[in-house]
């Protein structure tokens, strides 16, 4: 009875409605093409933290209340747009993953039980960000309406082959831990203990390039998890200097149109300035990969 729904699925998670199918979107571009593992094996990790402060956080968990939505939508948004104006696409692809845990018999399992959802954000065309987040949000609970179907058996009957190697997985995942769901160290160990914390020398990841979130008392902790055989330090850096960039201008503007966010850091436009001898003007909100 799943599988019997799978092509209206297909529909959903990746054609247009009303519109032809189409080919699924290519990955995003990378530093080394050719490196890294194929498929989910294992590969060399790599990680980058950086915060968002929560003057910018409560405007955008606000606009997203509006519209009936959740902070979690706001951000799968806000990362969409910024793979699209990384890769130069507007077909975007992002997996997540939700608590699979809804049936009485998994109860007494233990372990970590999720399923994979994937979610389709078409940015073609100039809409606001308040449209595309409408967007999102009904992916989200289309998505999550069908997740009783498991997205690799999925893939497996309609013959999908995505991201590296011809794994179906989006090469791209996002998750916002829910604010409480990790313990400190103090509840622990007690009160009359310190604790810090430090490097485990973890190296590993399953996909080219993953985004986690924790909500806390400043704001918000983000991490990216990238495949360093693929890319360069850098050029994680510099997409996490872009979307803090790109949630500082949503949390301005929730409103505007996804041209008119900014996603190049103020320095960053200076120095392609600075490049073209100060003849040129740099929009905030450019399009496609940025120079540096």
């Known amino acids: ?66 519209r009936g939505t959740t902070f979690f939508a706001a951000l799968v948004t806000a990362y969409q747009i910024l793979l699209s104006r990384h890769s130069g696409q507007t077909d975007i692809l992002v997996g997540t993953q939700w608590a699979a845990r809804d049936h009485v018999e998994l109860e007494p399992m233990i372990g970590h039980l999720t399923d994979t959802l994937v979610l389709r954000g078409d940015l073609a065309g100039d809409r606001t960000f308040a449209d595309l987040l409408d967007a999102t949000h009904l992916a989200l609970m289309d998505a999550h309406a069908h997740r009783a179907v498991p997205f690799e058996r999925l893939a497996v009957e309609l013959g999908l082959a995505g991201g590296t190697g011809g794994d179906p997985i989006p090469p791209t995942m996002i998750a916002l831990n829910r604010p409480g769901s990790d313990p400190t160290v103090r509840d622990h160990i007690g009160a009359h203990l310190s604790a810090e914390p430090f490097d485990a020398g973890f190296r590993q990841t399953g996909f080219d390039i993953a985004l986690e979130g924790r909500r806390d008392h400043a704001g918000l902790a983000l991490s990216f998890t990238y495949d360093a055989g693929r890319f360069d330090a850098a050029t994680i850096e510099r997409l996490a200097d872009r979307l803090q960039e790109l949630l500082a201008g949503i949390a301005a503007h929730p409103g505007a149109r996804i041209s008119a966010l900014p996603t190049t850091p103020a320095a960053g436009r200076r120095a392609v300035a600075d490049r073209a001898g100060g003849r040129v003007t740099v929009p905030s909100g450019t399009g496609g990969r940025s120079p540096g």
Do not use: K, N, T
Request: aromatic share 2%; glycine share 14%; charged share 30%.
């Open 1 to 66: 009875r799943q599988l019997a729904d799978a092509p209206a699925l297909r529909l959903r998670a990746l054609d247009p409605p009303g519109g032809p199918p189409v080919d699924p979107p290519v990955d995003p571009p990378v530093d080394r093409p050719g490196g890294g593992a194929p498929g989910r094996g294992r590969r060399r990790g790599a990680g980058h933290a950086f915060r968002v402060p929560r003057d910018v956080v409560a405007p955008i968990e606000r606009a997203a209340r509006r």
